[in-house]
């Protein structure tokens, strides 16, 4: 297998408004353990395969919080065929903060079902962060 972190530069998230990341995201990976059919046999030995999280790293106190894991997908995210998904991840409690962005992907072979990481790989595009209001009831 293979590994790799992506971390951004440093910036500072506006403060006082409620804030989401949305990024387009295109998983030609090896899904959650929960996808694979022979996994859900009465049995099964299955692990989590081709990991894929991305956190905010808070840089003045060096703590990373997970703020989307590859458990957030649905089966059906997963491609072979180039789908792209747009996650939405809720920004709350980092407001204000002088962060880093960081992308982490670790990939394993998966011998017992027989996938071998064949697909492209994780692509990331558009990664934008959207300022919002409260909704007035």
């Known amino acids: ?3 790799g972190v992506a ?4 910036f500072t998230l506006p403060s006082d408004e409620l804030l989401t990341m949305e990024f387009w995201l295109q998983l030609g990976i090896e ?3 929960d996808c694979l059919n022979d ?3 009465p049995g099964a030995n299955c692990f989590s395969v081709d990991d894929l999280l991305i956190q905010l790293v808070d840089v003045e106190t060096g703590v990373a919080g997970n703020i989307w894991t590859k458990a957030d997908t649905e089966c059906s995210d997963y491609t ?4 792209w998904i747009r996650p ?3 920004l709350t409690g980092w407001d204000g903060k ?3 962005l960081r992308f982490s992907f670790n ?3 998966y011998g017992p079902v027989g996938i071998e990481n064949d697909g492209k790989g994780i692509l990331v595009d558009g990664v934008e962060f959207i300022q919002g209001c409260e909704d007035v009831d």
């Open 80 to 83: 072979v065929n180039g789908k």
């Open 1 to 3: 297998g293979s590994c």
């Open 107 to 109: 990939t394993y072979d």
């Open 98 to 100: 002088t962060v880093q």
């Open 7 to 10: 971390t951004s530069p440093a």
């Open 39 to 41: 996994c859900l046999l």
């Open 88 to 90: 939405i991840v809720d």
């Open 31 to 33: 899904p959650t353990p």
